[in-house]
């Protein structure tokens, strides 16, 4: 609770040093905010042994960052809004971005292979969303508008484009579409 009582508040805790600490804790500013998230990496080593033990590919696509660092990825959303997730608790949907580093970094520990994960963008240019955005269009022209904004939506580096990133997790010697060199 906050100093006088009234109102739920973030306090500070010590960091736990344990195997899942990443290095960047002690290498960030004084007051930096360094999310650890062990379910994460936890989720990544099962899914990890599941396809070294099984063989095949998983494929992952979430809004978050490719490479670690310090901040805050704690999100509220209420009516379409951000807003501090203290501010209605229960009446608010949290969210976090996805710690991707840990969660790869827990597939690589349980032996399973992760190709460098890419943008949204960038991973569906690569399966060729702009030749099948061109293909629908050009078979049905009145539609142009909607599918160019569609497309947008999702390739946009100011949209989804580069928000959302793709990651794969996959046995040894497999080469998941999109994400090969």
Same mark, same amino acid.
């Given at each position: 609770? /906050?100093?006088?009582?009234?109102?739920? =508040?973030?306090?500070?805790?010590p960091?736990?040093?344990?195997?899942?600490?990443?290095?960047?804790?002690? @290498?960030?500013?004084?007051?930096?905010?360094?999310?650890?998230?062990?379910? !994460?990496?936890?989720?990544?080593?099962?899914?990890?042994?599941?396809?070294? =033990?099984?063989?095949?590919?998983?494929?992952?696509?979430?809004?978050? /960052?490719?490479?670690?660092?310090?901040?805050?990825?704690?999100?509220?959303?209420?009516?379409?809004?951000?807003? /501090?997730?203290?501010?209605?608790?229960?009446?608010?949907?949290?969210t976090?971005?996805?710690?991707?580093?840990?969660?790869?970094?827990? &597939?690589?520990? &349980?032996?399973?292979?992760?190709?460098?994960?890419?943008?949204?963008?960038?991973?569906?240019?690569?399966?060729?969303?702009? =030749?099948? !955005?061109?293909?629908? @269009?050009a078979?049905?022209?009145?539609?142009?508008?909607?599918?160019?904004?569609?497309?947008?939506?999702?390739?946009?580096?100011?949209?989804?484009?580069?928000?959302?990133?793709?990651?794969?997790?996959?046995?040894?010697?497999?080469?998941?579409?999109?994400?090969?060199?």
């Amino acid at each position: 609770l /906050s100093g006088d009582g009234q109102a739920l =508040a973030f306090g500070l805790v010590p960091l736990p040093r344990t195997a899942a600490t990443p290095a960047r804790a002690d @290498t960030a500013p004084t007051g930096a905010v360094i999310e650890v998230s062990a379910a !994460a990496r936890a989720l990544g080593e099962a899914v990890g042994l599941r396809l070294q =033990a099984a063989g095949g590919a998983a494929l992952f696509i979430d809004y978050g /960052s490719l490479a670690p660092g310090p901040g805050d990825t704690l999100q509220a959303l209420r009516r379409h809004a951000k807003e /501090s997730p203290l501010e209605h608790p229960g009446a608010a949907d949290l969210t976090v971005h996805a710690d991707f580093a840990g969660f790869l970094g827990g &597939a690589r520990e &349980a032996g399973a292979a992760t190709p460098p994960g890419l943008t949204q963008g960038e991973f569906l240019r690569r399966l060729g969303i702009e =030749a099948r !955005a061109a293909a629908l @269009t050009a078979r049905n022209p009145g539609a142009a508008g909607r599918l160019a904004r569609q497309l947008d939506r999702l390739i946009g580096p100011d949209q989804m484009g580069d928000l959302f990133k793709a990651v794969a997790i996959c046995s040894k010697g497999l080469q998941p579409p999109g994400f090969d060199p």
